[in-house]
């Protein structure tokens, strides 16, 4: 029981670390200052378009991402903007104990329609809080 409590705590501890990353990125203005194209440390990051009829990534789809690194608790975050603005934020634990799932849906309450520019990046947290980015990458959700 411990182990799970401790485990919860390390989880709430990244989510709360987590929730100022968007804040920061946002003050940044444009894609936030994040890579884009690919540089990797310690692991790969590719898009899989989970429900669209074409094989591109559309608002409203939904899309997770082929992970693979050495890390043992990676994370994605994926960031939309339209238009230099900061439209969508999501953060997902790629690892088998994550319990919230690892697929993004493209939309939010201030992206509710329209083509925008996203941005994904690969990372792990440290014990001390330091996020070490792994990979990233880059997509266009179409209209």
């Known amino acids: 029981m411990n182990r799970r409590i401790a485990h919860a705590a390390q989880i709430v501890a ?5 929730a100022l990353v968007p804040a920061a990125l946002a ?20 898009l899989v378009v989970l429900d669209s009829t074409d094989g591109l990534a ?3 789809n939904h899309v997770t991402f082929n992970v693979s690194t050495t890390a043992t608790q ?3 975050t994926v960031d939309c903007y339209q238009n ?23 939309s939010s309450a201030g992206w509710t329609g329209g083509a ?14 330091k996020s ?12």
């Open 14 to 18: 990244v989510v709360l670390a987590l």
């Open 27 to 46: 003050a940044k203005g444009g894609n936030g200052g994040n890579q884009s194209g690919g540089g990797s440390t310690n692991g790969s990051l590719s």
């Open 58 to 60: 559309h608002w409203s």
């Open 74 to 76: 990676p994370y994605v």
């Open 84 to 106: 230099g603005v900061w439209v969508m934020s999501g953060t997902r634990g790629f690892y088998p104990d994550y319990l919230w799932g690892q697929t993004f849906a493209l």
């Open 116 to 129: 925008a520019d996203c941005s994904a990046r690969l990372f792990t947290v440290s014990s001390n809080g």
């Open 132 to 143: 070490t980015t792994l990979a990233t990458t880059s997509f266009h959700a179409y209209a």
